[in-house]
Structure formats: C-alpha cells, structure tokens
C-alpha cells in the first residue's frame, strides 16, 4: 500500500471522516464489482456496496495494521455479501440467445445445475471464480482483493475450478470454464 493510502487509512482509524470518505471513494468501483459478481444484479450490488462501507466505517478502528487495510475491506465486503438474504444463485454461464422455447426451457434447467454446483463450492472457490470467470478482473486484480500472491491464486483458482467441474458433472452438467 502506498504512502498517501496508508495516511489516508491511519487518519480514518482516528476518526477522520474525510479520510476515511477518501478511502472509500478510491475503492467503491472495487468493492461494487465484486458485489456485482456475488449478485450479477445492479441495484443489489449498489445496496450491498454501501452496507459493506458502512460496516467498514463502523469497524475501521478495529484494523490493526494500515497497510492490510484492501484485505481487511475484502474480508468486511464478503462478510456482507454472504449474509445477504438470496434472491438467486449466480451463475457461471452466458445469457439465453433466441426465442425458441425448448431451449430456454433446457437453459433454465441447466442453470439451475449450475447453481446448485456453485452452491456446493466453499465461498473462497465460488468468490475465485466469479471475478475471473463473471466478472473478468484480471488476476493481478483478485490477488489484491484476496491478498495473495498471483501465483497462489492461479493454483487456488484450478483447485476451484476442478472442484467446480466434479460438482457440475455430479449435477449431471458439463461446464467449459477456461
């Protein structure tokens, strides 16, 4: 973390709110794409973005070392989007394309598997996969927001993936993640 983020996140600690709004604001398009993954709808995405910051603000004085401060936020946006209530599962897997209703009959039903796939998967391997595979964020990217090394992700995320495949297939789908 550098110096004036660091400053900014030490400031916040003590109660600066201006600091702390700093931070936030930097950081908010992050936050919401993840959310956005965990969602894969705007509006829920927007409303949980701002309970996660909320939280945050409530609990910033609780962060021990400044320069953990993007995990300490990763770890306060996952908590909140976990306990969100569900609407549905998010899926791995493009929109329906046509009109034919046998297919989108098919589709559904593969989403469903999908899902239920997903929902099998510990919440580290289904957050891993949806920013690389839903969200498309580069892998420097979610190895901040984990803080990890990329290359602890990249094994992380063929762990998940495989996990992914042998929960599909038990689901009686196949799913082409590269």
Known sequence: MDGPCR??????????????AA??????????????GFTRDRAEAEDLTQQAFLRAWTKI?????AGRFLPWLRTVARTVALGRPRRRAPVLRPEPVGDDP?????????????????????SLDRSLLLLV??????????????????????????????????????????????
């Open 23 to 36: 931070l936030f604001a930097a950081h908010w398009s992050m936050v919401h794409a993840w959310m956005l």
């Open 7 to 20: 400053q900014q996140v030490e400031a916040a600690r003590r109660g600066d709110r201006e600091a702390c």
């Open 133 to 178: 595979y839903t969200e498309e964020l580069p892998l420097a990217r979610v190895a901040a927001l984990e803080d990890m090394p990329v290359t602890t992700l990249r094994r992380r995320l063929a762990d998940a993936l495989a996990r992914f495949r042998a929960a599909a297939q038990r689901e009686g789908v196949t799913h082409e993640l590269h």
């Open 102 to 122: 046998a297919l989108a009959l098919e589709d559904r039903e593969r989403a469903r598997r999908v899902d239920r796939a997903l929902a099998r998967l510990p």
């Open 61 to 65: 004085a609780q962060l021990r070392e």
